[in-house]
């Protein structure tokens, strides 16, 4: 069957890339949970990714802007050698196949250097300036409540109670106040292992970063160690906001006694009750269920968290009593 928006990608990057082969024919790289999707022309050596991202749906405008920016920073991500914006059709630098998930699954020695990498790289991307807008609390709070929205009546079937929604409410507002009165930096607010690549010279190349915005300084630290995908013990957590928040001191962008772990731990609930919501959604809107299977690890990650901060004890209860029972179908198990 024909695909519209293919065959008029095909068009266009002939149009501009008259090199490519006559005989050469477009093939999908991947997709992921938008409406974008990444290809490569076959049987040539072309270092570039034409891109489709239909307008309706895709902030191409910001895709552009964000990274020329981030190249501007002397960080790795595809720039962008070619747009039309009206019609949704990029032609991007080519970074590879090697994402950061399969090089850590296939190799775990080689954990301690990427992610080495990966947190000089977030470092460097904090301090880009870019017109993103800002994290505020109308954002954070319609995140969240994809949890109530999506995952719960509509994915595991919940009638959830005027009782069950004030607790919910007093959550969100809890998570907000800490998030709210974060030092604001650039953030790229999916920065994990799905959108980082292992390239050759100044990796990780970052992918997937026009939805940035400026938001709480723990925000990309929580994705990248906070993993929806992967996850990493408590004890090396731990660490790893130890040394974050080290370097945040050195270089004077946040005071030595700020309670970063706790910021960390609690920007972490809010991302997760954002993509729990969100993964039910992808199966329930846009039919793909495969992020079901990574829902029980973001509810196991709101789990702990209420373990360690009283004012979630009773939300942590709920979900163990209420809500873990229902994620014992296959559909949810990797």
Known sequence: MSDVRVDGLVRWARITDPDIPPDATLKPVSDDASFRRYFRF??????????????????????????????GAGLCCPVVDAADVSLGYMKISDLGDRLYLDEIIATPTAI?????????????????????????????????????????????????????????QSVYDYLLESALIQPQVFVHRDYHCRNLMVVADNGPGILDFQDAVVGPVS??????YKDCY???PRE??????????????????IAADAPLL????????????????????????????GYLADIPLVIDYLLEVATLYPRLETFGNWLQEVVRPRLAKPEYQR
């Open 42 to 71: 076959t049987g040539t050596d072309m270092p570039h990714v034409y891109v489709d991202a239909p307008p309706s749906h895709e902030d191409n405008e910001s895709f552009i802007r964000i990274s020329a920016a981030l190249a």
């Open 112 to 168: 301690p250097a990427l992610y080495r990498d990966a947190v000089e790289a977030l470092l460097v991307m904090q301090r880009v300036t870019c017109d993103t807008p800002v994290y505020d609390r109308e954002k954070l709070q319609q995140e969240m409540n994809l949890f109530h929205e999506w995952l719960l009546p509509r994915q595991l079937g919940f009638d959830l109670s005027d009782a069950d929604m004030q607790m919910l």
């Open 219 to 224: 925000y990309d630290l929580v994705s990248l």
């Open 230 to 232: 992967y996850r990493f």
């Open 236 to 253: 090396q957590v731990v660490a790893a906001v130890d040394h974050f928040h080290r370097r945040l001191t050195e270089a004077g962008r």
């Open 262 to 289: 706790e910021w960390f731990d609690l920007m972490g609930a809010q991302r997760h009750l954002k993509c729990a919501g969100i993964f039910s959604r992808l199966h329930l809107r846009d039919g793909k269920p």
